[in-house]
């Protein structure tokens, strides 16, 4: 008998995998997929990777001639470039299975179905067999949506499909405006695709602060990315020339004939056909219930991820695993739900944490803000990165950071920083004692804070609301 069994190898299965190896537990991981799960194999990675190609180009074409360099007839060779997104989606996932294979944790390959509160069944191509363990972990991860006007077909794809293109598409419509669109649009607009990218929504980045939003908004506009709000498809059809599909846009009809479509509105938890009718407790949406610490409605039964409550980000999932495998260890592990970071890998990247403005308003916080742009920081200018700005957020009263929103250079990174002061419980007063690297975009954090006590050396301090 196992100690614990999980379901999945994901960012969520295998680091809870290893964790409660290195904790002496018997352990074994089920996969019916590839190891990594979609993070390593068709989400996170091969899209920064491609991501990170596209904007070697676009800058190549767009940026260098401002700083002396002339690049003349820049030429793509998209087949290297998807080639080097699988080689360095190997190597990670090389790099996960040697790690399971190092602390000894059983990998079984399969397709898993949870019978009861200490046994699963596993099959695969040789058969059957059933697993006993003392804890069961669903690691299971999400897929993509659909909507009942669009589905997926040849030229209609979902995020793993707009990562195999074989050319660069002439246009392409991007349905959704979050964050997989945003990345998938500008991945293809640097490339040359002519993207608009339609979105339901009448806010742009509704979790943003409007100030941010509006920076962000802008910049994508100049980069050339065509992004409608507030739009209700009525009809796609796919034609022999292509596809064509109709909207509206406000108060306008529009149809366009992009050479593909990108459905980016959301994923759904994986739990179909897992475990036994009326075994765990799901919600409407099919995500399972659990508790603060990620247990089921049966005790020994634990799920972490996108299968439930909370955004599905990798980082989430795989502390969710360290958490519950520590509990079943007996240690009082948990986490802060409210310090999770949240990152959109545009050019310029967009990053977050904590509560913003319209939050505290609702709640009734008295706050304070402080913002510093990248135009007024010194190694941003010297790079030519000087799109967006850091805004930051304390109590007025106790003083404490209480949220970050950052649009610019390196804004993932910024915002960990900030991100360490908020799990301290560290105070703005406290955190401008620290002293930052000359030069470094990372100023603007230490601006952005000085100036929401009026302090700022590099701008004009300006009375904040409190």
Not at 59 to 80: C, F, M, P, R
Not at 222 to 250: H, R, T
Not at 291 to 303: L, P, R
């Amino acid at each position: 008998m196992y100690d614990i069994l999980i379901i999945g190898s994901g960012p969520a299965g295998y680091v809870a995998a290893i964790r409660a190896a290195q904790l002496g537990m018997k352990v074994a991981c089920i996969e019916k997929g590839s190891i990594g799960g979609t993070c390593l194999n068709i989400g996170c990675i091969p899209s920064k990777t491609l991501l990170d190609s596209s904007l070697k180009h676009y800058q190549l074409i767009n940026d260098y001639a401002e700083h002396g360099i002339e690049a003349k007839e820049v030429q793509i060779d998209l087949s290297k470039m998807m080639s080097r997104k699988e080689g360095v989606v190997k190597q990670l996932t090389d790099g996960v299975g040697a790690l399971l294979k190092s602390n000894k944790v059983d990998l079984i390959k399969g397709s898993a179905k949870i019978l009861g509160n200490s046994s699963i069944e596993v099959v695969n191509d040789d058969g059957s067999m059933t697993l006993e363990a003392k804890n069961i972990m669903i690691a299971t991860g999400s897929y993509p949506s659909e909507l009942e006007t669009i589905k997926i077909g040849n030229n209609i794809v979902d995020n793993e499909g707009a990562l195999k293109f074989k050319k660069v598409p002439q246009s392409i419509v991007v349905v959704g405006a979050g964050v997989i669109g945003l990345e998938l649009g500008s991945l293809w607009s640097r490339l040359g695709s002519q993207v608009t990218i339609i979105e339901a929504q009448k806010e742009f980045l509704p979790m943003l602060d409007q100030r941010i939003s509006r920076q962000v908004s802008r910049e994508f506009i100049n980069q050339g990315l065509d992004i409608k709000l507030d739009c209700e498809i009525l009809e796609v059809k796919e034609k022999s020339a292509g596809l064509e599909i109709s909207f509206n846009y406000k108060d306008e009809h529009i149809v366009l004939e992009p050479e593909k479509i990108i459905l980016a509105v959301g994923r759904k938890p994986n739990t179909k056909d897992l475990f036994s009718d009326n075994l765990l407790t799901t919600d409407k949406k099919g995500f399972i219930e659990v508790d603060e610490y990620c247990q089921t409605s049966v005790k020994n039964i634990w799920a972490v991820g996108d299968v439930v409550r909370g955004p599905m980000l990798a980082h989430k999932a795989s502390e969710e695993g360290v958490m519950v495998v520590e509990r079943i260890n007996g240690q009082d592990t948990s986490l802060n739900y409210d310090h999770i970071p949240n990152v959109i890998y545009t050019h310029p990247e967009i990053a977050w944490v904590g509560q913003n403005e319209t939050e505290l308003k609702a709640l009734e916080i008295d706050y304070k803000t402080g913002s510093f742009p990248f135009l007024a920081n010194g190694r941003a200018l010297a790079s030519g990165e000087t799109a967006g700005s850091v805004n930051i957020i304390a109590d007025n009263k106790t003083d404490k950071i209480l949220g970050i929103q950052v649009f610019g250079p390196s804004a993932s990174e910024i915002v960990q920083q900030a991100l360490i002061a908020m799990n301290n419980n560290v105070t703005s007063e406290e955190f401008s004692s620290t002293i930052f690297s000359h030069p470094g975009v990372s100023e603007a954090l230490h601006e952005a804070n000085l100036a929401m006590n009026s302090k700022a050396i590099h701008i004009q301090n300006r009375k904040r609301r409190s």
